[in-house]
């Protein structure tokens, strides 16, 4: 994790064993999710019976980039939660379906993102790169070997391409451009 979980105990006391549980299962969480910012975990015995045995409540506070989600095991709901271990194990299994929907969710926008377009605005063949005009007025530097599926000796100042775009040395760069059709698209204007 980014940062350090946080165990709290409320209405029974802090044992080794209740948090070595809390931290092998959030531990197991982060390796399955990298994107998980911060974990709380609160161990709560709100009612204590003598009778039947207590009830343990678990709630988990996970961060995540754009959000937060929250499991709430209350004793209520689970009767076997008298084993503080399962009450942990079984909160900790919830927030992991809950971070399998969240990176599902995350993944399918990422899918349906408009990929950026752009024209060839200038060539250099002998030295091997070029230039990528963006509609917001940009050049954005390429190199030969970015480009996929076409020939860079062929390639005309107007081609429309689409590209990916990261932060190389001297400014920004397209790490990956492919020829987006035959025609020439109007929207940007190389310089």
């Not at 399998?100 to 030295?127: C, G, N, T, W």
């Not at 775009?165 to 001297?170: H, I, K, M």
């Amino acid at each position: 994790m980014r940062l350090p979980w946080q165990i709290s105990f409320r209405h029974l006391p802090r044992t080794p064993e209740v948090e070595a549980a809390i931290e092998e299962n959030a531990t197991r969480l982060d390796r399955f999710a990298d994107r998980i910012m911060s974990c709380r975990v609160v161990v709560d015995m709100p009612h204590q019976h003598h009778q039947n045995g207590n009830l343990y409540q678990v709630r988990i506070d996970l961060t995540v980039p754009d959000g937060e989600l929250v499991v709430n095991r209350e004793p209520s709901r689970h009767t076997a939660y008298k084993d503080v271990r399962l009450a942990i194990s079984d909160a900790f299994a919830t927030a992991a379906r809950l971070l399998e929907d969240y990176i599902r969710r995350r993944q399918m926008v990422k899918s349906h993102e408009e990929v950026p377009r752009a024209q060839v605005a200038r060539l250099f063949p002998k030295a091997d790169y070029g230039f990528l005009a963006t509609p917001d007025g940009r050049d954005v530097y390429f190199h030969r070997n970015s480009l996929l599926g076409a020939d860079f000796d062929r390639l005309e100042i107007g081609t429309e391409v689409s590209f990916v775009e990261e932060l190389g040395e001297n400014g920004p760069q397209a790490s990956t451009v492919k020829v987006a059709g035959r025609h020439k698209r109007s929207g940007c204007h190389p310089s």
